[in-house]
């Protein structure tokens, strides 16, 4: 949760916070990290190399360095070290998914009209095209690759031989499980402009054999048969719960007796309050989607008991998201 506010200033501050995204976001999209990585830079040769005005390159980066982004020695920037690990391009642990965050940020600036209407407002920001899916592919894999080991880690794949991932963006999550389960084969499904991404993703894997990428529409498509593991991560929050309890029961289909469905999200407490993030989440659901939302277990067990599945229980991860298992009999 997050403290209540004792006075004026914790207001205001919570007001201008979005000063700080907005500086980042900017300075990411103009790769003003990736030009002083090298060596430090003064605001002129940071203009002439990035293409940005003198004026602008200086103050921004100056906010950056009150932000501790960035050092400022002699008139001159530099990274500091977390910058240089992770703002650089080229970097082995480069945060390339957060332009999908200033994606995010244009989505958000309608939420005033969203909430009068209920509803995302014309004029919102509505592309799914590469420079689109990239980018969010590419942020689902930096925050996909550490959640799928803790994932993992409470999950028994003893025995799990067909795995589904639903909805598998990267195929980071399917790599993970195979790497738990040497006798399974895994199916990453999703839709036909997302899995060039994901290729890239997965010829990098040392399973790469082991996977198959299918094409298709999670909200229409057939999944096949014969699955005992089908996993669901950050996909129902996009749905309504009508067409989640479509999604849950074309599952519960492609799955055999004694197989499991697993979904991964941000499980609300009944209020649907906490966590906090997840109730902020379900306003960029709001902004971002036609009819996504956040869910409560109840919500979410009543999709599983209706499409047959039993012994439905919540796992906890790390009170922010969590696990709900479904098994088939």
């Known amino acids: 949760m997050f403290p209540e506010p004792k006075d004026r200033r914790d207001i205001q501050e919570t007001a201008s916070l979005f000063q700080q995204s907005r500086a980042l976001l900017s300075a990411f999209e103009l790769k003003l990290f990736t030009a002083i990585d090298e060596r430090p830079l003064s605001a002129e040769e940071i203009a002439e190399r990035n293409g940005v ?3 602008g390159a200086e103050r921004l980066l100056n906010a950056l360095a009150a932000m501790n982004f960035v050092r400022k020695e002699d008139d001159k920037f530099s990274n500091v070290p977390a910058a240089s690990e992770y703002l650089v391009e080229g970097k082995p642990n480069y945060l390339g998914g957060l332009i999908h965050t200033s994606h995010t940020w244009d989505n958000w600036s309608h939420l005033t009209e969203a909430t009068r209407l209920g509803a995302r407002p014309e004029g919102a920001i509505d592309q799914r095209d590469d420079e689109w899916t990239k980018p969010f592919i590419r942020a689902m894999h930096d925050r996909g690759v550490s959640r799928a080991r803790e994932i993992a880690d409470k999950l028994d794949l003893t025995g799990v031989t067909r795995i589904l991932d639903v909805g598998g963006g990267s195929g980071c999550f399917a790599a993970e499980f195979l790497r738990r ?3 399974a084969r895994a ?4 839709l036909p402009n997302v899995l060039p991404v994901t290729r890239e993703f997965v010829e990098r894997d040392e399973n790469r054999d082991r996977v198959e990428l299918r094409a298709g529409d999670y909200r229409t498509d057939d999944f096949g048969e014969g699955h005992d593991f089908v996993f669901l991560s950050a996909v129902v929050h996009i749905n309504s719960y009508e067409s989640n309890r479509d999604l849950i029961q074309r599952c519960a289909e492609a799955t055999v007796s004694g197989g499991r469905v697993v979904v991964s999200d941000y499980v609300m407490n009944e209020r649907k309050t906490e ?4 109730a902020l989440f379900s306003l ?3 902004v971002a989607t036609e009819e996504g939302d956040v869910f409560n277990f109840e919500e979410m067990r009543e999709w599983m008991t209706d499409a047959g599945l039993e012994d439905v229980r919540l796992i906890e991860i790390d009170g922010v998201t ?6 088939k009999p």
């Open 181 to 183: 389960a040497p006798e």
């Open 53 to 55: 005005s003198t004026a």
């Open 275 to 278: 966590p906090a993030v997840g």
């Open 187 to 190: 199916v990453v499904f999703d």
């Open 284 to 286: 960029n659901m709001l």
């Open 322 to 327: 969590a696990l709900v298992e479904g098994r």
